[in-house]
């Protein structure tokens, strides 16, 4: 078995980490601009986290769509005072507005059809989800918004996209599966994920154990925590 030391600090990093009105993000954990890069040679003025961007880039050219959908906003820096008209999400560096084309420049213009239907169906196969779904608006705390993406990372983001369930609503179920015995068990074509939440200890840092040579992902939730996602290949995972 292998001990990973999960630092409390880093609760509020991540691909999983809640951004909301109960849930803010504090400045000083806000992503750092050094540390994005551009979505892309046309859009240099829009950055975003590297996975995010990579991602969203591996994204636009499985859909070849040129420059029928447009990058609007990604990271944003917070300035002081936060105003509450800012999204919050876009500190992170995870979030992305795309509009239909140039002369809308706008979320709302990404409307459920043509190139931007195309665009959703691909968009949890590359970890995005759409973050602020219609009929979701008690549970969000943010009106509709078609265009606004945001980057949690494969598989959480096709599991949400199956479940028809928010950020909200996934991390509150992933804190029913609180170790890798008692796991939320996802299985695709080549691998099973094993997700479980872990609550962070009083002291600075918290231990986990899982076995040697595993591979992981773990992700702060912003709340009270860390999510972990073990990937067995299923023809380990079955014998």
């Known amino acids: 078995m292998k001990k990973i030391k999960l630092e409390n600090s880093n609760i509020h990093k991540g691909n999983l980490i809640l951004v909301n009105g109960e849930h803010p993000i504090e400045e000083k954990y806000a992503a750092n601009d050094t540390a994005l890069v551009n979505i892309d040679f046309w859009n240099q003025e829009i950055l975003l986290d590297y ?86 608006e008690e549970i969000t705390g943010v009106e509709y918004q078609p265009g606004h ?47 479980f939440s872990v609550k962070a200890k009083d002291d600075n840092s918290t231990i986990v154990e899982i076995a040697d040579g595993i591979p992981f992902t773990v992700s702060g939730n912003n709340i009270d925590g860390f999510v972990m996602t073990l990937s067995l290949k299923l023809q380990r995972a079955l014998t």
Not at 157 to 172: G, Q, W
Not at 183 to 193: I, M, T, V
């Open 51 to 136: 996975l995010a961007a990579k991602e969203l880039s591996h994204l636009m050219n499985e859909l070849e769509c040129g420059n029928e959908i447009i990058p609007v906003k990604g990271y944003e820096k917070p300035t002081l005072p936060v105003s509450s008209e800012q999204d919050k999400e876009h500190f992170t560096g995870l979030a992305v507005d795309l509009s239909a084309n140039e002369i809308e420049r706008q979320s709302k213009g990404f409307p459920k059809k043509g190139i931007c239907k195309e665009f959703r169906k691909l968009a949890s196969k590359h970890g995005f989800i759409e973050r602020y779904p219609k009929a979701k």
């Open 149 to 195: 993406f945001r980057y949690v990372g494969y598989p959480h983001s096709v599991i949400m996209e199956a479940l028809d369930i928010t950020m909200e609503e996934y991390l509150k179920t992933i804190e029913e599966y609180s170790s890798k015995e008692k796991a939320f068990r996802f299985r695709d074509k080549e691998n099973l994920y094993e997700i």
